[in-house]
């Protein structure tokens, strides 16, 4: 019997049972949707922080104190205090790091500011007078740090939005007083209000010079980071192998696994939470794809109620000259098409739910959140559930083609 | 050479050990063109025998010769053939497809026949016109009487202009009206296109069609008479 008549046939017998034939693919369609939505969703999510971390510039070297952990079992060692002034002026030499546009050595740590009676504990980031460009941080109103404020260790201080709101509501502290540790503070810059995640949280964060920060704040001599950015892309690289060679020298470290400092790169980032992040959506869609496994098991369930329903049927059609291949194929063709109709449903499904989420996230949540289309997990989607079709259909269709017409036809 | 022939057939079945023997070695011969009525109280075996004659299940014991071949050498897929050319099925219940037009109803066995697509629609038009119901072409059984549901039957075992129609109890769910009506077209298929006929019946109208009449009884031939057909006159030849 050609394709085309038998793909008729089972089509028609479906439609006589339409309700049936739409609670039986219900479970298909869940699963799917949920793989959809899952692959969508991460890709999403993926995109959005792989962009945050490219917000920080590919030309940005981080330089992290302390040996760095080499495996799960490695203890991180704890000596933070290893990025120190001298480090500092060795790196800003042109002669050991020449491609080096702007070092910057950040200290940040948390502290509680005062004014008139209000009290808020924002994130301190010390820094220099680089630091406003390299995290893109320049005040709204005011003036960022300045090499002045640097070199005297002024007590000057830009706030956070989220900060000055807090501290003193409604009112402008632009060339007012604040007080951390006991100090009076001047807050020279306020932060526009900043929508949207990343890693620093500008709203809640104080910028002021490190220098300032050292001494009266935290009352430390090293650095907890000293950013370098490169002077373009394509001197990254080089620039890593420079600032390695210049701190193993400084340091007399000849053994590279006894480093006492580590170095990320942005590449380096993208590496790697790209590679958690993809993990992390291919685990959820294989749960989900646990669910048309079980969307499968209800599919068989009610193809052997159909077949037991329809033995009248079956036994007439063999009457009438089917064969048990003829049989065989209806039943397995009616379950190919309710799990392909299913899947292509739970695509469109899972895709406008994608679509929809991805709208709100970028519309209430001000994300720049785009909505992809997973073609990948689609076409995996539907081909896993016609599979689940061809599997779990294969028994009942069986269970029909092998009844005997007339046993078949007495049946009431 | 007879169209169908079986010698000393026998039917048992088995059921948890207990066997029940329903055919007990019948032989006879049935030509081509042969009108013939199986009558017997019920339990004698008959809608067995035509199940058997009709190649929906297989005998037990005996051979049985279609078309001068053992059916034992059929393969299944063979038997399937069979049913669908040369042989046509009208049930007492009708067994129509539910929600499925009369139109598509007729058209059924042509999907298993391998004739081209394009043959299918005048086809079954000429079965449907053979039964007088071309004015209920779109109609779905429910929309039907008794009546005319088995004249959609009749008109289905027909699509295929198979050489032999059976026909178990054919009138069994209708008033002796309409089941005259269903009997006059058996009759006529059989005296205008040919057609083999083998009834079943236990009502005597019905048996008033018939050119032969086989009598069983538990399971044996009580008799085999070759009668006057009363409504036409037309006797037996061979």
Known sequence: MPFHHAARIALAGLKTNKTRSALTILG?????????????????????????????????????????????????????????????????????VPYAQDVIPVVFGSETAYYNGQTYRPTLFG????????????????????????????????????????????????????????????????????????????????FLPYTTAQKYIFGIKYFNRIIIRADSEAHVAVTVEDVKATLRELHGITDPDKDDFGIETQADLLKTVGTVLSTLTVFLAMVAAISLVVGGVGIMNIMLVSVTDRTREIGLRKALGATNRNILTQFLLEAIILTGIGGIVGILLGAG???????????????????????????????????????????????????????????? | ??????????????????????????????????????????????????HILGLLERQSGGEYFFGGKQTSEYSEDEIA???????GFVFQSFNLL?????????????????IKE???????????????????????????SGGEKQ??????????????????????????????VVMDIIQKLHNEMGHTVILITHETYTAEYAERIIRLRDGMIESDTKVLNRRTGKLFQK
């Open chain 1, 28 to 96: 298909i369609i869940i699963g799917v949707t949920a793989i959809i939505m899952v692959v969508s969703l991460g890709q999403g999510a993926k995109d959005l922080i792989l962009s945050q971390i490219e917000g920080l510039g590919a030309r940005v070297i981080g330089i992290i104190p302390g040996r760095q952990p080499k495996g799960p079992t490695d203890v991180l060692a704890t000596l933070t205090a290893s990025l120190t002034e001298r480090d500092f002026s060795a790196l800003q030499r042109k002669e050991n």
């Open chain 1, 127 to 206: 820094g220099n007078e680089s630091m406003a460009d390299i995290y893109d941080s320049y005040p709204e109103r005011g003036r960022a740090v300045s090499a002045d404020d640097v070199r005297s260790a002024a007590d000057v201080v830009i706030l956070g939005w989220t900060v000055a709101d807090t501290l003193a509501p409604g009112q402008d502290l632009l060339g007012d007083r604040i007080k951390i540790k006991g100090r009076n503070f001047l807050v020279i810059g306020i932060m526009p209000k900043k929508g949207g995640a990343s890693f620093i949280n500008f709203n809640e964060s104080v």
């Open chain 2, 118 to 144: 394009e043959l299918w629609d005048t086809m079954a038009r000429k079965a449907i016109d053979a039964v007088g119901l071309s004015h209920r072409l779109d109609f779905e059984p429910s929309q039907l």
């Open chain 2, 151 to 180: 004249r959609v039957a009749i008109a289905r075992a027909l699509v295929n202009n198979p050489e032999v129609i059976f026909a178990d109890e054919p009138t069994g769910n209708l008033d002796s009206k309409s089941g005259e």
């Open chain 1, 353 to 412: 739910l994608s679509f929809a989420i991805s709208l709100v996230i970028s519309n209430v949540f001000g994300l720049a959140w785009d909505f992809t289309f997973p073609v990948g997990a689609a076409v995996l989607g539907i081909l896993i559930s016609t599979i689940v079709g061809l599997i779990f259909g294969l028994y009942p269709a069986r269970k029909a083609s092998h009844m005997s017409p007339i046993d078949a036809l007495r049946h009431e």
């Open chain 2, 81 to 87: 053939k069979l049913r669908n050319k040369k042989l």
């Open chain 2, 98 to 114: 539910p929600r499925t037009t009369v139109f598509e109803n007729v058209k059924l066995p042509l999907l298993y026949s391998g």
């Open chain 2, 1 to 50: 050479m007879p169209l169908m022939e079986v010698k000393n057939l026998e039917m048992t079945y088995t059921d948890e050990d207990v066997a029940t023997p329903v055919l007990r070695g019948l032989s006879f011969k049935i030509n081509r063109g042969e009108f013939v009525t199986v009558m017997g109280p019920s339990g004698s075996g008959k809608s067995t025998l035509l």
